[in-house]
Structure formats: structure tokens, C-alpha cells
């Protein structure tokens, strides 16, 4: 009997879903047929490219009322939210809207002597290792400019969302993709590590946490195969003392505590300024005991479990190492808190940066609060950290706003917002977070390489 991989359901520790991983062989196997498919599907014209992988978007999106569900059973999500597809098909539809400039030839110059230009060439078969937090959003970042750059892919999700990988390339067969052009896998670890090991990928693209990125890094060390990874984040707010309150408040809370703090770019820690920080507190701590934690599949739920008992112990452990060394917890244990996957939603005040909860990823519904008096105190305290995602500044004064996002160590710097991803921009970040970008039209540069042409005409 082979290995299995099992979605363990958060709502009741029951298992979703179960699939066997690919042999060492039919994985090889897998890869050679996307290889063997990939130069037929770059031949194919780019506005045919773009329209098959919107069709697919689309497919995905006839799909919703079965997937909704699906990811509460998997991921805990509340039915209420209604799924990613918005996102989903933004993403994809903002790649298509630009692919044709972002893949343009760049022209250097043309005389009666020489023509010369660089093209972009895609890197031919791109493998894509999405995580389960937001598992459409996330793996379409690649999938669309991947696919219309005239890669094919190969997708391994996670396993808390194992379904996901298989309902997209249903959707994308369903509308014309080959087959062997977008293929879903079901791998272990060890075997992933080998194929990347043996160049079985052209390039590797990786969201999810330090550790699994840096075991991409070392499975593809010497072999020259590019890996992007956007891997954790300890994501800060800094509430200046213009700022709208109220929207602060609202935005910030919400980045911190949506999707129980499972976002990637989710805020984890809070810098008020001093004339704001009690008023602050008091509005951020009446929204949290406004939410109601229960089963994610009934509507009244608006924050549901953690994904997994073990993501949840973690940040119970955070919490109850910030609250030993002086932390003041300010929202009393919830009736559903199970001690499980079941987690009260935490803000914290008297933190410092000594204590985890400050420092490491917490990826989970807690957020630290913390007094500053300017400018500098906030931007040493925000740089503070092995991570770089985002920053959300909230000031009324967009110059202010840029000459502190100036002086931050991040990816991304939001001004009266937060954990959004806008696909004209680069998605991307510095320090632990990892290296690489997506969307945008950088997205795509990161997608295929350069090739120059130089061309003498006259020889005589």
C-alpha cells in the first residue's frame, strides 16, 4: 500500500479527503509529459493562450456553490465570505489584460545594418507549490502567467486544501486546456525534492512557510533552476496621528483577525501613536468580542477554526508565553474555544518585541499592540523583523506616507489599507519572506528569460 495524503476537516477533526502520491516514476513520468507538451503550447498564439486560460478562470468560477463548502470542510473558512473567485478571476484577468506588452518584444534598435531585440522566452515547465490559506488566490498568481507565457504547469497543493489542485485542472480541461499542459500532482516531500533535484522543472515557484522554502532552495542548490518563494511574514500597522480612526481600526482589525489570521499579509502587530492608542484599543477590542467563532458552515459564523489543532497550539503558545512575561490579554475565552482548532481571537497590549508573539509568524487570529510617540520609534520598530511583506501607514498625508514607506524593509508598502493584493503591482518581499515577485508585469519577466537577438544584415 502506498503512501496517502489525508485533509484532516478542522470542523471535526474527521478526515475530507484522502489521495495516494505519485511514485518517484510517475512523477518523472508526469514531468516528461508537460515537457513533451510544452513547445506545442507556446506555438499556439498568445491571444489563443489567454482566451483557453479565461475559459478555465471561468470554469472555476461555474464551480463556486460546490467549492465554498469545500473549503470550510477543509481550511475552516466561514461560508459567509463566499469563497476567492473574486479575487481569482481578478488576478487572472488583469495577467491577460497585460500579457500581450509585458511579453513584447523589447526593441534596441534597427538601422539598415542591424536589428536588434530581447524576447521573452518562457522557462517551459513551471512547478507551482501553493499553500492552503487561500489556495485558489494563491496558486492563480502563477497558474494564469505561467500558462499564458507559454509554460505549462505542474501544481502540488497543499494538503489541508488537497482538493484544490484537482477542481482546477478539471476546469481548466473542461475548457480546452491539454491536459498535459496543466497537470495537478499529489506528492510527498521527499519525492519533490528529488524532481527538483533532477531538473524534472525548468523553474519552481513556492508560497508557504521558511522552512519548506529553504528545502526548495536546497533540493534545486546546483542545478541553476530559478525558485521563487514568498514564504512568512510578521506583517506591522502604524497608526499615525492624523489617521482616520475609525478606518484604521476597522482595516486593521480585520487584516489581523479575517480568515482566523491565516493570511499571508495579514497584520500581526499594531504601532498607535500615543495620542490614538487608547481610543485605539477600546474600538478594536469592542470588534473582536463582536465576532461570533462556530462551525464555518453556518451563515452566523464570522470567524471559524484554524486550519489545523496544531496551528492553533502554536499561537495558544504564543499567547500564554506573552501573558507570562507581562502581556495584558484583553478578550475573555470564547464558549466555543475548544482548546482544539477552536481559537478565542487575542489582542494583546504590554508586549514587547522579547516576546514571540511579537517576532515570529503567528498565522493565526492574535495581534500585539504597542504605544509610539514618532515617526522613527515606529519605523525601528516595524524594521524590526527577520520578515518584509507588507506595511499598512495610516496618515492623511500621502507624502509622510512615502518617506516612511521609504525607510521600511518590506515588499509592499499600503497606505489606508492593508492585506490586499493589487495584481498591477509586484507581489513581493525582502529578508525571510523570501525572494522573487509575482503579478504585475514583473510577474511575468520572473516567468521566462531573456533572449537577445543581434543581427548583422550587411556583411560586406
Given at each position: ?38 513547445a506545442a503550447w507556446a506555438a499556439r498564439p498568445l491571444q489563443e493562450r489567454i482566451d483557453l486560460v479565461m475559459a478555465g478562470v471561468a470554469a472555476v468560477g461555474e464551480m463556486n456553490a460546490e467549492i465554498v463548502p469545500e473549503l ?313 523583523s527577520d520578515f518584509g511583506l507588507t506595511a499598512s501607514l495610516w496618515t492623511q498625508d500621502v507624502e509622510r506616507a512615502q518617506a516612511v514607506g521609504d525607510q521600511i524593509e518590506t515588499g509592499t508598502v499600503f497606505m489606508n489599507r492593508a ?42
Amino acid at each position: 500500500m502506498g503512501q496517502t495524503l489525508k485533509c484532516i476537516s478542522p470542523i471535526d477533526g474527521s478526515v475530507f479527503a484522502e489521495r495516494a502520491v505519485l511514485s518517484r516514476d510517475e512523477a518523472l513520468a508526469t514531468a516528461e509529459r508537460a515537457h513533451a507538451a510544452q513547445a506545442a503550447w507556446a506555438a499556439r498564439p498568445l491571444q489563443e493562450r489567454i482566451d483557453l486560460v479565461m475559459a478555465g478562470v471561468a470554469a472555476v468560477g461555474e464551480m463556486n456553490a460546490e467549492i465554498v463548502p469545500e473549503l470550510a470542510h477543509m481550511m475552516g473558512r466561514p461560508v459567509r465570505y463566499g469563497g476567492e473567485f473574486g479575487g481569482f478571476n481578478e488576478r487572472a484577468g488583469h495577467m491577460a489584460k497585460i500579457a500581450e506588452e509585458s511579453l513584447a518584444d523589447i526593441e534596441v534598435g534597427e538601422d539598415a545594418t542591424f536589428k536588434r531585440y530581447i524576447k521573452r522566452i518562457p522557462h517551459g515547465v513551471v512547478f507551482v507549490v501553493a499553500p492552503w490559506n487561500y489556495p485558489y488566490m494563491t496558486a492563480i498568481n502563477t497558474v494564469a502567467p505561467a500558462l499564458i507565457a507559454g509554460n505549462v504547469v505542474i501544481l502540488k497543493h497543499a494538503t489541508q486544501t488537497l482538493l484544490v489542485g484537482e477542481r482546477m485542472a478539471q476546469a481548466f480541461h473542461s475548457a480546452g486546456v491539454p491536459q498535459d499542459v496543466f497537470q495537478n500532482v499529489f506528492l510527498d516531500h521527499g519525492t519533490t525534492s528529488e524532481l527538483i533535484a533532477e531538473r524534472a522543472f525548468n523553474f519552481v515557484n513556492f508560497t508557504g512557510s521558511v522552512g519548506g522554502g529553504q528545502a526548495m532552495e536546497r533540493a534545486a542548490a546546483g542545478t541553476f533552476v530559478g525558485v521563487g518563494t514568498e514564504l512568512g511574514g510578521k506583517d506591522p500597522g502604524y497608526v499615525m496621528e492624523d489617521a482616520d480612526l475609525d478606518a484604521a481600526v476597522d482595516t486593521l482589525i480585520d487584516g489581523a483577525m479575517f480568515n482566523s489570521g491565516q493570511c499571508c499579509c495579514g497584520i500581526e502587530r499594531i504601532y498607535v501613536h500615543e495620542s490614538l492608542y487608547d481610543a485605539f484599543l477600546e474600538k478594536a477590542i469592542a470588534i473582536v468580542k463582536g465576532y461570533k467563532l462556530g462551525n464555518p458552515l453556518e451563515e452566523a459564523t464570522t470567524i471559524g477554526p484554524m486550519a489545523n489543532v496544531r496551528f492553533a497550539d502554536e499561537v495558544r503558545s504564543q499567547i500564554a508565553e506573552a501573558v507570562d512575561a507581562g502581556a495584558v490579554a484583553h478578550i475573555e475565552t470564547m464558549v466555543e474555544d475548544d482548546g482544539g482548532a477552536y481559537l478565542t481571537p487575542q489582542i494583546l497590549t504590554n508586549v514587547t518585541h522579547e516576546m514571540r508573539v511579537m517576532r515570529e509568524e503567528s498565522f493565526g487570529p492574535v495581534v500585539g499592540i504597542m504605544k509610539v510617540s514618532s515617526d522613527e520609534e515606529a519605523i525601528t520598530l516595524m524594521n524590526d523583523s527577520d520578515f518584509g511583506l507588507t506595511a499598512s501607514l495610516w496618515t492623511q498625508d500621502v507624502e509622510r506616507a512615502q518617506a516612511v514607506g521609504d525607510q521600511i524593509e518590506t515588499g509592499t508598502v499600503f497606505m489606508n489599507r492593508a492585506d490586499y493584493l493589487d495584481p498591477g503591482l509586484c507581489w513581493t518581499g525582502c529578508k525571510d519572506t523570501g525572494r522573487g515577485g509575482g503579478l504585475s508585469a514583473i510577474g511575468f519577466h520572473n516567468l521566462t528569460r531573456p533572449k537577445s537577438y543581434h543581427l548583422k544584415k550587411v556583411t560586406a
